[in-house]
């Protein structure tokens, strides 16, 4: 990895070119798990979903609900892959990083984890140490984790998944509503206002 950033940086020297860390809101009860830093994206930035189409879809949605400031979001890789999907060493390398931005998040009152493709599904299910089979996942999964925690799974927002039609934005939007009111970061859609 140190090889690949030393590329980097003499090719891109205006990029960030490190591991990404952690954004947002520190005590929110919604962490986004996402796969791991694009190329042109977040290693160029340093900051998750900024700079490329991934981030465009998550941003937009979450300013359509009004909750842009009030989410942490964070990678299951937080360095550029190698490859463009991180391998089974880079998952591994960065699972004391994930174990540790959840064990903080889980202590929140009404913690919820919106997960973003399988391969982060996966690496969150093996930082907290549980099986897939008792967690499985699906776009728009709900799994009730140990601890009444919480966790939504959606369809990454990749580029690809969005031009195959694979996820549109309505089912992003439906699912990432789901996990905000789960979050209490939105009235939930059963609460009638009296006028």
Known sequence: MRHQFKKLRISHPDYWNAPVPASGQEDSPLLIVGLAPGMHGANRTGVPFTGDASGDLIFKALDTLGIVQSVRITNAVKCLPVQNSPNGNEINNCQPFLRQELSV????PAATLFILGGVAHRAVLKALDLK???YPFSHGQVNLLPGSVTMISSYHCSRYNTQTGRLTEPMFMKVIRQAASTAGLLASPNT????
């Open 105 to 108: 998040h889980l202590k929140r």
């Open 132 to 134: 897939l089979k008792d």
């Open 192 to 195: 009638q206002t009296k006028t």
